[in-house]
């Protein structure tokens, strides 16, 4: 099962995080949790990884309407966008929420899972195209 949405920009790592920020953002989509895995693995067990940053993004709007139809999807919000380095690239990685429809196998959600993912479809491609 492919479970996310990527992209794969020519900037840096520092030049792609706040265009990715505002790209979600223009789509209702904010920043709830900023978890920094390099530095983590760093402090934590000494590993040196690649820049390595989990956004917890979230539109609350699709988030209430979700609880609405199934309140432990919050198990699986808010939607995480991976933000990392490869081969001198940044690479982009969006969760795709139609995974939250087929795990919990609930019809309902489906055309909130559509609208998300097509927030996050055009988030990807203001980035793609910028």
């Known amino acids: 099962m492919n479970y996310s ?9 520092q ?3 706040p265009k990715v920020k505002d790209a979600f953002k223009e789509q209702g ?6 978890i920094d895995v ?7 067990i ?3 990884i690649e820049p390595y940053m989990i956004l917890g993004t979230c539109n609350p709007d699709l988030a209430s309407k979700a609880l609405d139809v199934e309140r432990e999807i919050g198990l699986l919000l808010p939607c995480n966008v991976v933000v990392t380095e490869r081969h001198g690239k940044t690479l982009v ?13 609930r019809d309902e959600l489906k055309p909130i899972a559509d609208e998300a993912a097509e927030r996050i479809r055009r988030a990807l ?3 793609a195209s910028s």
């Open 5 to 13: 949405q990527t992209i794969e920009l020519d900037l840096t790592y």
């Open 15 to 17: 030049e792609a995080l």
């Open 29 to 34: 989509f904010g920043t709830l949790t900023e």
């Open 38 to 44: 390099r530095a983590t693995l760093k402090e934590k």
């Open 46 to 48: 000494g590993r040196d």
């Open 93 to 105: 990685q969006a969760f795709d929420p139609q995974v939250m429809v087929a795990i919990l196998e």
């Open 125 to 127: 491609a203001e980035l």
